[in-house]
């Protein structure tokens, strides 16, 4: 951790301006976790706070836990995204792959059932991240986070700060298209259309222009800087859960959430240690604002991911892959001087 002396906070840029189709691979919001548990695991069916609809999950052998976080304004893709991933981690780690509520091929309750009161929100996400850790891993654990999963472990950190031993944030959601984050005279405007989308065929036509092979690879190379990374297996794999039943419904509500936290009020209230990587390329959280973020107590360091765009994780695994092995490494034992101490 940084000493507080050492450091000066700085405020994240507003004037961005964020390309129309960003929201569409925040699906690409994906997040591990990583627990110091050895033993081998089977599947499970998870019960999610707030209602009775199951998530899916699965594991490997040894220690690392993948949970992915697909939260996106378009379709869904699911934790096979962390696949150049999970089988090096899984080898000293014991490895879990979840599918959240609402995306991948978890369940996904029409938001409508629960009146107005928004269902699909980080709190939600965070509370089930942690009902997981609790239920199945049974110890801490640490999370790595992609995109807007960033947001979630975060949450899920600051509710529950006894669970997440250590987190990465690798190009986390800024959060760009958030209320506070637009002009307070459009605010009015924003809303109008949101509700448009939400509740019209407006938004059911826009989702199915999205929702084709051509629309996910040409977004797909617009956020990989390596584009010979964008192969017709990545393309399937972002595609076919977001033409699961319901998907739709979980797409118009999330696209009308523009509220919730933002990476810089929850940065401060985390108590683990947190390290942030960046692909230097990333087209839609550009680095400069990124770097803001390394100026809070809890981020250890900030690690520029040299000709990376907005999904390193995919993009880059050899990079990646160290990274998390160097970081899990370093915070799985304490040091000496408490170990001696307790």
Known sequence: MKSSAAKRRRDVEDDVVVDDQMGFLCILSQLIMINLKTQPTASHQITPPKNNSKCKAACGTGKIVDISILISRQLNCYSDHWRKNIPVLATSHR?????????????????????DKPFYTFETWGAQLNEFCKDVVKDQAFFICNSIGGLVG???????PQICKGMILLNISLRMLHIKKQPLLGRPLIRSFQSLLRNTDLG????KTVATSESVRSILCQCYNDTSQVTEELVQKILQPGLEPGAVDVFLEFICYSEGPLPEELLPQVKCPVLIAWGDKDPWEPIELGRAYENFDSVEDFVVLPNVGHCPQDEAPHLVNPLVQSFVARHATPPASESKAS
């Open 204 to 207: 059911k036509i826009f989702f």
């Open 95 to 115: 490895v879990y792959s979840i599918d959240l509520i609402g995306y991948g091929y978890s369940d996904k309750p029409n938001p409508r059932d629960f009146c």
């Open 154 to 160: 975060l949450q899920a950190a600051v509710m529950e």
